[in-house]
């Protein structure tokens, strides 16, 4: 009976400590879950405000006509059509877009529109 007694209460300090410890890891596991949200957090806020101080740079770079002209890229009109609406020539349409493409570092209409208006 003493042996009952003492198997029982071993058995039972054995589930006890197997609880805790299970317990324990739960709350590692969640406490770990929570830092790699924080963390995953805090690198989203970063490229966020990276987004913003490029986006900042490029307008800083850019003119007013420059600007104007990727406006009309944007919408799909052809350099003749920008320089009829602008009133300039054809060839400063072109002077105007590979300042544009060497500022966005980039070589393509597609590669510019994509880079001036990323958000």
Known sequence: MFHKF???REDRLQKERQDYLTASLRYNELFKSVELIR???NLLSKKESNLNLVEKEINA???DREKEILDYLAKGFLYKEIAAELFI???????????I???LQVQ???EALNKAFQR
């Open 108 to 110: 393509t209409r597609t």
């Open 61 to 63: 770079l850019m003119k």
């Open 6 to 8: 003492l198997g029982d």
């Open 101 to 103: 493409y060497e500022k």
């Open 39 to 41: 963390y995953e957090l």
């Open 89 to 99: 020539s054809k060839e400063t349409v072109k002077k105007h877009i590979h300042n």
